[in-house]
Structures are given as structure tokens and as C-alpha cells.
């Protein structure tokens, strides 16, 4: 990719995805140093969607791991179609084959199925891996990743070592709701991924959310700010933005000013939870809204 950050925040854009100075430097740099990126943030500020971005950038796959308690190997890695097993074994009954030669035939590439770490190092082209929600697996799983991430490479006992046919661009995230393991920060480059700004995020609505007008997207962006700084069980991510402005727009708000009872009667595209709803009542939004441009 070989790019200048203002190239690579540039490109990133025409896919849709608004990117930061730092983050914009952080993927220079894992390209430059071929390391992982380590992506940290609250849920819904967009870290899933820099790999999505980084996979349509450089027309390549995006292969996707989401990461869950009790994750292990056969998930992750590989693991063999015992069904498909049991039959052939039972196909060659009475074929005269000795044990060896069954187990040979039965523990070959045609009764591997591939799980998304080792397809991302089998791809004929480089694609990116999306380590989703690493926090949520175990730090067992942690072991084994980054043996993988060292060396690129998978031991299959029964097959041999599997090496990397390409490298991928790995990207990993977390939403902090446990503290990773300092071998897996030291192999990962890092960048906290934080709320946007109003401008910024006005930008992305502007660039996801078609037919919006400048001044409108820049009112919701401020008012999501500092809806943000509410006492909310659940703070609105990016996403949500998006949905409050293709809903604003769809029933014709120009101005939040003028349009004061609409605004408060879509925030169920942004309040997720009843405690939320109960706490930002119509005075809380008429308030917020006081200190909008």
C-alpha cells in the first residue's frame, strides 16, 4: 500500500470511513512494520469497521473471527469433518486397506475444514483478519493466537506444519471489558479508537448517509456529543448517528431547532435502554439542544 497517512485517511475515506490522524498513522505503520493492529475503544466508536474499510481499500478479503468466551482451536484454527471421516472409514470395510492406510486417507486436506486463522494464511492473496472482540476470549485463546501471529504458521499433527502462503493485515479489537495480556500488546502496534469529534463525525454522516445536508449532519453530530456526556447506561455509538440521521432526514427535518419535537421523538434510534429513555426526558433534550449552533 505504501502510502503517506493523508493518502491512506484519504482513500479510507472514498470507502466510506472517516479516519483520524492517528489512526491513519497507526495503519501506515502496521504496513511499514507488518504487525497487528491492537484497536481499543467503547462499543460503537467503529473499530470493526477500520478492517471492513482496509479490505475494500485494498480490494482484498476481509476474514472474519468474532471472539466469545470458550472460544479454542477447532473454532479458530482448523478442526476435521468427523462425519465425512466415519463414512469413508466405513466405505473401505472389508477393502482389505491396513489401518495406516486408512488413517492416511482419512486425516488428508480433503477432510480439513478450515476455520479463519488458517484460512487467512492460505489465501493466494493477502486479506485482512479481523480478530473481532478479542477481550471476550480467554487468555488460553490468547496463547495459541499469538504463536500463530509470530510465526504465521500452523502445526496440524496429523498433516505437518502449515505455512503461511501470504501474510495477512491482522486487526484485532477490544472493548476493554478485561485486561489482555502484555505478550499480546508488545506484538501488536496500538491505537485507541475514541469517540469522533463533531466535525469528524458530521463527515461520516455526510459520507454514509446520502442526501444530507452539511449544516444539519453538523447539528446532529454536536448534539450526539453532548448527548454522550449524559449519565446513559448504554452511550450511542456511531452507528446509531447514522440511524438518527437517515431518520431525521426521512421525515424532513432541516433544522433541529425548528423540528424540536421530532428530534426527541426519534431518539429511540439512539436510547437503547428504558433507564436511558427515563432519563432523557423532553426538558434533558430541549436542554442539550440550547447549546447547539
Given at each position: 500500500?505504501?502510502k503517506?497517512?493523508d493518502?491512506?485517511a484519504?482513500?479510507?475515506?472514498?470507502?466510506g470511513?472517516?479516519?483520524?490522524e492517528g489512526?491513519?498513522?497507526?495503519?501506515v505503520l502496521?504496513e511499514?512494520l507488518?504487525r497487528?493492529?491492537l484497536?481499543?475503544?467503547?462499543?460503537?466508536?467503529g473499530?470493526?469497521?477500520v478492517a471492513?474499510?482496509?479490505?475494500?481499500?485494498?480490494?482484498?478479503?476481509?476474514i472474519?473471527l468474532?471472539?466469545?468466551e470458550?472460544?479454542?482451536?477447532?473454532d479458530?484454527?482448523?478442526?476435521w469433518?468427523?462425519?465425512r471421516?466415519l463414512?469413508?472409514i466405513?466405505a473401505r470395510?472389508?477393502?482389505g486397506?491396513?489401518?495406516?492406510?486408512v488413517?492416511e486417507?482419512?486425516?488428508?486436506?480433503?477432510y480439513?475444514?478450515?476455520?479463519?486463522l488458517?484460512s487467512?494464511?492460505?489465501?493466494?492473496?493477502?486479506?485482512?483478519?479481523l480478530i473481532d472482540?478479542?477481550?471476550?476470549?480467554?487468555?488460553?485463546?490468547?496463547?495459541f493466537l499469538?504463536?500463530?501471529?509470530?510465526?504465521?504458521?500452523?502445526?496440524i499433527?496429523?498433516?505437518?506444519?502449515?505455512?503461511?502462503?501470504?501474510?495477512?493485515?491482522?486487526?484485532?479489537?477490544?472493548?476493554?471489558?478485561r485486561?489482555?495480556?502484555d505478550?499480546?500488546r508488545?506484538r501488536?502496534?496500538?491505537?485507541y479508537?475514541d469517540?469522533p469529534?463533531p466535525?469528524?463525525?458530521?463527515?461520516?454522516?455526510?459520507?454514509r448517509?446520502?442526501g444530507l445536508?452539511?449544516s444539519?449532519?453538523l447539528?446532529?453530530a454536536e448534539?450526539?456529543?453532548?448527548?454522550r456526556k449524559?449519565d446513559?447506561?448504554?452511550v450511542?455509538?456511531?452507528?446509531?448517528?447514522?440511524?438518527w440521521?437517515a431518520?431525521?432526514?426521512?421525515?424532513?427535518?432541516?433544522d433541529l431547532h425548528e423540528?424540536?419535537?421530532?428530534?426527541?421523538?426519534?431518539?429511540?434510534?439512539?436510547l437503547?435502554?428504558?433507564e436511558?429513555?427515563?432519563?432523557?426526558t423532553v426538558e434533558v433534550?430541549?436542554r442539550?439542544?440550547?447549546?447547539?449552533?
Open positions: 500500500m505504501s503517506t497517512k493518502q491512506i484519504e482513500a479510507l475515506a472514498k470507502t470511513y472517516v479516519a483520524d489512526l491513519a498513522t497507526a495503519l502496521t511499514m507488518n497487528p493492529l484497536l481499543e475503544g467503547e462499543a460503537g466508536v473499530k470493526t469497521e471492513k474499510a482496509l479490505a475494500r481499500l485494498e480490494e482484498t478479503n476481509l472474519r468474532q471472539c466469545y470458550g472460544l479454542d482451536r477447532s479458530a484454527i482448523y478442526e469433518n468427523y462425519q471421516q463414512l469413508a466405513k470395510e472389508g477393502s486397506d491396513d489401518a495406516n492406510s488413517e486417507a482419512v486425516f488428508s486436506e480433503k480439513l475444514l478450515e476455520r479463519p488458517l487467512a494464511i492460505r489465501q493466494a492473496e493477502a486479506p485482512v483478519l472482540e478479542i477481550d471476550r476470549a480467554d487468555e488460553e485463546f490468547e496463547a499469538l504463536e500463530i501471529l509470530s510465526d504465521y504458521q500452523v502445526s499433527p496429523e498433516l505437518g506444519t502449515v505455512e503461511a502462503v501470504t501474510i495477512p493485515r491482522v486487526v484485532l479489537t477490544s472493548n476493554g471489558t485486561e489482555l495480556s505478550a499480546l508488545r501488536c502496534l496500538y491505537h479508537v469517540y469529534t466535525d469528524r463525525e458530521a463527515r461520516i454522516l455526510l459520507s448517509v446520502s445536508d452539511a444539519l449532519a447539528q446532529i448534539l450526539m456529543g453532548k448527548l449524559e446513559l447506561v448504554k450511542p455509538g456511531v452507528a446509531e448517528t447514522i440511524d440521521a431518520a431525521l432526514l426521512g421525515l424532513g427535518a432541516k423540528n424540536r419535537e421530532l428530534v426527541f421523538d426519534t431518539l429511540t434510534c439512539v437503547k435502554t428504558r436511558d429513555k427515563s432519563r432523557v433534550t430541549d442539550l439542544l440550547g447549546k447547539v449552533a
